[in-house]
Structure formats: C-alpha cells, structure tokens
C-alpha cells in the first residue's frame, strides 16, 4: 500500500522565489536564508518520494473572490506555473498524480471533508517556492505533486482542528491506495508576518519557535488555538500556519524531528521550516 513517511513544512515567502529567479541567491541576504535548506534537500534527495502533496494557499491567481473553496485537490495531470503579474515564474510545470489524487478525493469525501475537486488549475509561489527549497531548481520536478489549496485568504478561514483533521483522513486516503508509493507531505506558508496596516513587519519569533516546538512534541496544544490567536500573534497572514497543521494530521501520533531551521527576516517575512519523519513507518 502507499504510505506517508515524513512531513515537510516551510514559509512560502514570494521574495525567495524572486531571488531564485534573479540569481541572487549567493548575495550575503539570501545566503542565510538558503543556506537553511541544503540539508533538507540531501535528506529529501535520500527519501526520494514517489509522490509528494502540497498543502499551500492560492494568492488570488487560481481563485478569485468570485469562488473561494475551503479546500480544493488538484487532480489534473498538470499545473501550469501561474502568471502572478510579472509572468510565470521560470520553472517546471508541475506533473500531478491524478490517479492518487482522484482516490484521496473520493476517500476523504466519503470521509465526510467535502473538498473541492479542481481538473484545471495553475499554481503560484505558494507551491512552486517550497518545492525550489526542496529540490532545487531542476529541469523537471523529481515527483508527481499532487496541490492541495486551503483558503486562508477570505474570512473565515478552516480551524486548526479541522486541517489537522483532514490531514489525518489523507492519511487513511493515501493508506488504502493499494500502489506501493512513498508519500511525503508538505505544510506550507508562515511564519508570522503581516504584510500591510500598522503592524506591517511583525515578526514573533517566539510565538513561531513555540508552533515549531508544538508541532514536532505537542501538536494537541497548538491544534487548539483560534483564528484570532494567530492574527494577535502572529500578524494577519500568520493564520497560514493552519496549514501546517494538515502535513502534522496526516502523522504519527510521535514523530521523529529530523530537521528544524528558522531565520528572520526574508523579505518582511519570518522563515521556518521543519522536517518530521514517523517514527515507526508502518
């Protein structure tokens, strides 16, 4: 059967992508930053997974205000990079798996999470920045991904329960899939930031050390915590951290923490990532 191995968590910060795309990622800026990732990318190129799934939000390329879905599975073969307003960015189309995407769909529906199924969508830095902090920047993609899209744009965003919740049916999706695939899944978007008003630039470096910590020992605790928790704390855009708690749902109960980085500031953004392998693999 397939399996989920690890879970993978990282911000999603736009700026990252731009210096990817403009070369500057040996300026003495960016090098903190990038320097964070070169041993998630031996330990990802070790895992070597069949297929991974992204959890990410769309900015508005894919959705509109016109249709905004809770959670939306991309079960298309391909996912064109979107045209943000500067063009699309300069990397690979995104290859799907749609077979294991139609069978998530059809088990976590059943499962009662009433997903938005999506067979044509176009993906933006959201997905695309997490995978360049994974692999690189590669010719092709090394896996199919499959993109898993949460609104965490217009109000009312999903709770923290109910993404850790269905994180916990993708697993049970992905575990009665009768393909021997290995699975990695990603959380993506965060840390604390707030990108405009009077409290643009807020970085919590402590509340985001705490989610960190949370995720990998006690991920009960911070389960619990309000829309309004996230806004105080962490700043208008710090609710994207819900994310983060699908990749944790679809987990062991313990885990293994193999690898944690956290930086500040990339843009006006904080950056962490977390990498979190099941401690028993079934």
């Given at each position: 059967m397939a399996k989920i191995v690890a879970?993978?968590?990282?911000?999603?910060?736009?700026?990252?992508?731009?210096?990817?795309?403009?070369?500057?990622?040996q300026e003495p800026y960016w090098t903190r930053v990038f320097?964070?990732?070169?041993?998630?990318?031996?330990?990802?190129?070790?895992?070597?997974?069949?297929?991974?799934?992204?959890?990410?939000?769309?900015?508005?390329?894919?959705?509109?205000?016109?249709?905004?879905?809770?959670?939306?599975?991309?079960?298309?073969?391909?996912?064109?990079?979107?045209?943000e307003g500067w063009g699309p960015r300069p990397?690979?189309?995104?290859?799907?798996?749609?077979?294991?995407?139609?069978h998530i769909a059809q088990s976590v529906i059943l499962d009662e999470f009433d997903l938005t199924v999506v067979n044509k969508m176009e993906v933006d830095h959201g997905l695309t920045v997490p995978?360049?902090?994974?692999?690189?920047?590669?010719?092709?993609?090394?896996?199919?991904?499959i993109p898993l899209a949460v609104n965490v744009v217009l109000f009312p965003p999903p709770t923290g329960k109910r993404c850790f919740d269905l994180g916990a049916a993708i697993r049970r999706a992905v575990e009665s899939?009768?393909?021997?695939?290995?699975?990695?899944?990603?959380?993506?978007?965060g840390m604390s930031h707030q990108i405009s008003g009077p409290r643009a630039g807020l970085i919590n470096s402590e509340f985001d050390k705490a989610f960190l910590d949370g995720l990998a020992n006690d991920p009960q605790k911070i389960v619990k915590l309000r829309h309004v928790e996230y806004m105080r704390e962490a700043g208008a855009e710090g609710v994207e951290m819900v994310m983060w708690l699908v990749m944790r749902g679809a987990l062991d109960e313990k885990v293994k923490?193999?690898?944690?980085?956290y930086t500040v500031p990339a843009s006006n953004t904080a950056v962490g990532h977390i990498i979190l392998e099941n401690a028993h693999p079934s």
């Open positions: 879970g993978v968590c990282s911000s999603h910060v736009p700026a990252i992508g731009a210096a990817i795309d403009l070369g500057k990622t320097s964070g990732f070169e041993e998630s990318k031996r330990w990802i190129e070790k895992i070597k997974p069949d297929v991974c799934i992204v959890v990410y939000n769309d900015h508005a390329t894919a959705f509109s205000m016109d249709v905004v879905p809770t959670f939306a599975l991309g079960c298309a073969a391909e996912f064109p990079p979107a045209d990397v690979p189309v995104v290859k799907g798996h749609p077979k294991l995407a139609a995978l360049n902090l994974m692999f690189g920047s590669p010719k092709e993609w090394p896996c199919p991904v899939y009768p393909e021997d695939l290995k699975v990695v899944i990603f959380g993506t978007g923490e193999v690898y944690r980085f």
